[in-house]
């Protein structure tokens, strides 16, 4: 295959199926707008457009600045964080289609695969969902796709290949692991430049591509407080990914096992996965044996990020990170699909042209009733944080109520609720430190509580189940009518921030709540050991029997307990230590108290999980 030669101009018919295509495309990318963010993500890019700082995570490293660039640009004209992020993901969607019916030109694919594989690739349930979303995969890869179409064409045009440097930067800064999909294309297109004697060009597309690239990542640096902080904040994301995600990890699945995750089911449709599984062996097999150059190449574009994908990247979210490769599996099954026409129309002396287009059109149509059902849910309903958010912010009143939020729905929180006294709990048994003083007490949490006064909000699982990530289908509010009661040897509560924590003496009793059947607790305290004379020993005794006893050895220490069997009335939980420390006494402080230790943290409830 030669890079250098002209495209053969595409004929009218050939041109009004495109748009056509092109336009039904983009009606059915308006279908998949979802009603409302969900994912983890998504609340953080959203939180990024009011204020980036990729050291506190909003958004997660490395950042993505030009992607959260371009939504701030849109909320100009949208007015809603969300809905900004949403409204680049649909227009993205539908671009989607010409970008890569234009790189399979570029790889000289004939038009009929061309159609095909942007067609399969625009249908595919993981795709279609996302370009309803606030993610910016879709954006990425749209840009990514169009940057290596410009570029293969800058193998022939010195200002395609100027504008493929420029796309690909910016296609970069939204996400870095784009410059791993140009990689093949950049190098192609520079080397015919060289060759063609172009120095001037090929220095300016890699100078241009390098500003906007170092721009938006020096950028990035800038807003999240210092170069330094960025730093860390990227060393502590890579350490992570290495020690969590990738293949290192000693809890992630087998590579072998995740394989058919990888490239046969990243959606799980059951037969379909099958069906183009089956395609893309075909394509392969015929591409190895003869050749094939243009499968060849694609390999070779996109083949590196799905080996990296694999390897390294979270498995639990397979369905969106599969996007950075997905078209290599789209181009895959169109050629698959045109050489078993190609078979059968040469069997039955049928035409081939019309074999493929009937294939083509069954497979889409497949594709559509699979995914159409799972749309609809993610259209018309709100994602359960979106309604528990939406649900607290009708019915409860931000000057008389506190949030316990757990961890895992922090940053939905503070994003919708900034307005409210709100405190982070670790798990759903959390008891309040401070007492109520009048006001309201509500638990976010998510999952579905079995607390029989809890708010439960749910999103139905079936065909959305097997795209997206398995998080957020269940979320809960809990009314916290009962709490712990600080009885003897407490001190009042303190508090800085959200935070609450509170002293005790060398004794104290707790009462705890009513539990039926068997419990679980946890405590997490702090003991002055550089101001006590000696190691204390503590004791934990729960309803008069001794729990534990243990030496205080550590500043910060958790303790965890299963208790066999709580009680239905009031749960008696004494803490006792045998040092404390007075600071007016010792001359550290102008404070009289006798501190034994100090209470962060006390989650009490029923063992299963769910608790008050």
Known sequence: MNLTEPLPALSVPQRRLFWSALIVCALT???????????????????????????????????????????RAMRLVVGDNFRSLQTINVIAACLLFPALFSLCRELRFPYAVSMTAAGFCLFLPNVWFFGGTGFSDVPSLMLAV???????????????????????GIAAGYRPQNLLLGALPALLACWYQLRGRHLLITLAGAALGAAILFGSYEGAARASGSRENYRQALEHHRKYI??????????????????????????????????????????????????????????????????????????LSISRFSLGYIPLLAILSADGTERLATFVAHRFSWSAPRVTACVSAVILMVLT?????????????????????????????????????????????????????????????????????????????????????????LRPRRRLWKIA??????????????????????????????????????????ELPPVSGAARLQLLFQIPLDTLKSTPTISVIVNG????????????????????????????????????????ERGLADDPRDLGLLLRSVSWGPASGEGE
Not at 156 to 162: A, G, P
Not at 477 to 498: C, L, V
């Open 469 to 510: 990530r398995h998080r957020y289908f269940e979320v809960s509010i809990i009314p916290m009518h009962r709490a712990a009661r600080f009885r003897d040897g407490w001190y009042e509560s303190e508090n800085t921030g959200g935070e609450a924590w509170r002293w005790m003496g060398r004794r104290s009793l707790t």
């Open 146 to 168: 169009l940057a290596c179409a410009l570029l293969l064409r800058g193998c022939r045009d010195r200002w395609s290949f100027i504008g493929g440097a420029i796309v690909l």
């Open 242 to 315: 290495l020690s969590v995600d990738s293949f290192m990890s000693p809890t992630r699945p087998s590579l072998l096992r995740l394989f058919d995750d990888f490239f046969l089911r990243p959606y799980r449709a059951g037969v379909i996965n099958y069906l183009l599984f089956a395609l893309n062996t075909l394509s392969l097999f015929h591409a190895i044996r003869r050749r094939y150059g243009p499968i060849l190449l694609t390999l070779g574009i996109f083949g590196p990020f799905a080996i990296m994908a694999w390897l390294v990247l979270d498995h």
């Open 369 to 457: 009733l699979w995914t159409v059902p799972a749309l609809w849910t993610a259209r018309t309903t709100d994602s359960p944080p979106a309604a528990a958010l939406k649900w607290i912010r009708t019915h409860v009143d931000p000057r008389t109520a506190r949030l316990y939020v757990a961890s895992g729905m922090l940053p939905y929180a503070q994003f919708a609720l900034s307005d409210y006294s709100m405190t982070e709990t670790r798990d759903d048994r959390f008891l309040p430190m401070q007492t109520s003083e009048g006001s309201k007490w509500f638990l976010l949490i998510e999952g579905a509580s079995e607390n029989p006064a809890a708010l439960r909000f």
């Open 29 to 71: 990318r308006l279908f998949a707008l979802s009603a409302s963010l969900w994912d983890w993500d998504e609340v953080l890019f959203s939180s990024a457009m009011d204020e980036y700082d990729v050291s506190s995570h909003r958004p997660h490293p490395p950042g993505f600045p030009l992607f959260i660039l371009t939504a």
């Open 545 to 584: 029997a001794l729990l534990d006893r243990f030496q205080g050895a550590e500043p910060h220490m958790q303790r965890d307990y299963l208790i066999a069997e709580g009680t239905n009335r009031v749960n008696h939980l004494v803490i006792e230590t045998s040092d404390a420390v007075n600071p007016r």
